[in-house]
């Protein structure tokens, strides 16, 4: 298999229009909301979802070019193996995030706790549920001593470019 490819079922809508400054993870947005702007035609597929105070978004980094597999994520100093991190610039730049479902009006779902920039195109909604998707006994690697950061981390432009440079030094 060559390529895979994937259609958009809708965009998601922030306040963030730059990564600078936008936050990393969505804990470091609490209270930031946004919009998904769903394609008609995807309409079918939200039955029962008002249900979920959750839900899991899978989307584009669109505005990430190129990757590397080593790069100097926002938390950390050093560099480290792409996927070792959550950095956009990857192989295949696919984000997720797990935000509140405010509610569904129309073809507009209304989130809370949206850490992505604006006009993302969006891929895919699951549904978050704690027993599936949450883990109580998990090892975090490099990120143990450093996750309290996330919330007040924002982003620069290190993974918007070609080449990945930034003048940032990595940490936040």
Known sequence: MDQVVYVPIGIIRSPFKTAEGSPIQPAGAEGIRGEIELREEFMPGVKDLEGFSHVIL??????????????????DHESRGVFA?????????????????????????????VDVLDRT????????????????????????????????????????????????????
């Open 58 to 75: 899978i989307y584009h980094f669109h505005h990430s070019k190129g990757f590397d597999l080593h790069v100097k994520p926002f938390l």
């Open 121 to 172: 195109p969006l891929l895919d909604i699951k549904p978050y549920v704690p027993q599936f998707d949450s883990k109580a006994d998990c090892e975090i690697g490099w990120f143990s001593g450093k996750i309290q950061d996330a919330e007040k981390c924002r982003a620069d432009d290190r993974f918007m470019n070609e080449r990945g440079r930034s003048t940032k030094d990595g940490s936040c």
């Open 85 to 113: 991190t959550r950095a956009p610039k990857r192989p295949n730049p696919i984000g997720l995030s797990v935000v509140r479902l405010v509610k569904v009006e129309g073809n507009r779902l209304i989130i809370e706790n």
